[in-house]
């Protein structure tokens, strides 16, 4: 058998067994030219009992398929690497800049949600009657620089506690494989992320209470920052939360200091 098919192999100008075999298994280590025998077995070294085996399999697929002269499908897939490991993660750059705009996002639907009636749990009266905004509107450009620069290295430390909480440990504990984004998981897990940023101080009484109102930022927010965990990693989705913390918050701040009246509550008593 193996004259007929080293024969054959050579007229027809196909690779030998032993060029399959190392084809299938990539040696990790040169090839001695003199033909001295290694000890370090350069085929299968460095690879566990049951790769070996697969590879094996597959040597002996592409050998029948190569006698047969019918394609190896089988054998092609176990030697051909999946989409999944090969798949390159996205740049944080690329992550930075995606949760960049979902804090900007998150800007526009505070001042757009009073005139569309949106109930959300954040409206204009969370910035104006915000003490630390309240300062910034005449606080001196020095000043005002190095509260912004303290405040964003603040926005960062939310995100190091709510990502590992809300995104990485119910794909640990309950999604069942690393392929597609498991939203049968991520969005409950985010509703519930989303819905425990409406445990808030009441603004009269001054005490903590459930806010009867809908935590669009969040949901939204949390969606994304599900999507890169599984794809990219726990730390992209924390990138990007901090990231949109730090945009929507420096924001906040530079349109309540050079545009106030973009901030005044609209009142609806007043005739037209």
């Not at 050579?10 to 060029?19: I, N, T, V, W």
């Not at 996205?90 to 009636?117: D, H, P, R, W």
């Not at 806010?211 to 794809?231: D, V």
């Given at each position: 058998?193996?004259?007929?098919?080293?024969?054959?192999?050579?007229?027809?100008?196909?690779?030998?067994?032993?060029?399959?075999?190392?084809?299938?298994?990539?040696?990790?280590?040169?090839?001695?030219?003199?033909?001295?025998?290694?000890?370090?077995?350069?085929?299968?070294?460095?690879?566990?009992?049951?790769?070996?085996?697969?590879?094996?399999?597959?040597?002996?697929?592409?050998?029948?398929?190569?006698?047969?002269?019918?394609?190896?499908?089988?054998?092609?897939?176990?030697?051909?690497?999946?989409?999944?490991?090969?798949?390159?993660?996205?740049?944080?750059?690329?992550?930075?800049?995606?949760?960049?705009?979902?804090?900007?996002?998150?800007?526009?639907?505070?001042?757009?949600?009073?005139?569309?009636?949106?109930?959300?749990?954040?409206?204009?009266?969370?910035?104006?009657?915000?003490?630390?905004y309240q300062k910034i509107v005449d606080m001196p450009?020095?000043?005002?620089?190095?509260?912004?620069?303290?405040?964003?290295?603040?926005?960062?430390?939310?995100?190091?506690?709510?990502?590992?909480?809300?995104?990485?440990?119910?794909?640990?504990?309950?999604?069942?494989?690393?392929?597609?984004n498991a939203w049968e998981v991520g969005v409950p897990?985010?509703?519930?992320?989303?819905?425990?940023?409406?445990?808030?101080?009441?603004?009269?009484?001054?005490?903590?209470?459930?806010?009867?109102?809908?935590?669009?930022?969040?949901?939204?927010?949390?969606?994304?920052?599900?999507?890169?965990?599984?794809?990219?990693?726990?730390?992209?989705?924390?990138?990007?939360?901090?990231?949109?913390?730090?945009?929507?918050?420096?924001?906040?701040?530079?349109?309540?200091?050079?545009?106030?009246?973009?901030?005044?509550?609209?009142?609806?008593?007043?005739?037209?």
């Amino acid at each position: 058998m193996d004259v007929f098919y080293y024969n054959t192999a050579m007229e027809k100008g196909q690779p030998s067994r032993r060029e399959l075999f190392q084809k299938i298994i990539p040696s990790k280590h040169p090839q001695k030219e003199d033909g001295a025998k290694d000890n370090n077995n350069p085929v299968i070294a460095g690879i566990s009992r049951r790769k070996f085996i697969e590879y094996t399999g597959a040597t002996v697929a592409n050998l029948a398929a190569s006698q047969l002269k019918v394609p190896s499908a089988h054998a092609n897939e176990i030697t051909s690497p999946s989409t999944d490991e090969t798949k390159e993660k996205q740049s944080y750059a690329l992550t930075a800049t995606e949760g960049a705009l979902m804090g900007a996002a998150n800007v526009v639907i505070t001042l757009g949600s009073e005139k569309l009636n949106l109930p959300s749990n954040r409206s204009k009266e969370d910035v104006t009657k915000n003490e630390f905004y309240q300062k910034i509107v005449d606080m001196p450009t020095g000043k005002f620089i190095a509260t912004i620069s303290t405040m964003a290295i603040a926005d960062t430390i939310p995100p190091l506690v709510e990502e590992p909480l809300f995104r990485w440990l119910p794909n640990y504990a309950f999604t069942r494989t690393d392929k597609g984004n498991a939203w049968e998981v991520g969005v409950p897990s985010t509703a519930i992320f989303a819905l425990l940023h409406n445990y808030r101080k009441d603004k009269e009484t001054g005490k903590y209470d459930w806010e009867k109102s809908i935590p669009l930022h969040q949901f939204a927010g949390g969606l994304l920052y599900w999507k890169l965990m599984r794809e990219n990693g726990l730390s992209h989705s924390i990138v990007a939360h901090a990231m949109a913390n730090i945009t929507a918050g420096t924001l906040c701040s530079l349109s309540a200091r050079k545009y106030p009246k973009l901030w005044e509550k609209e009142n609806k008593n007043t005739p037209a």
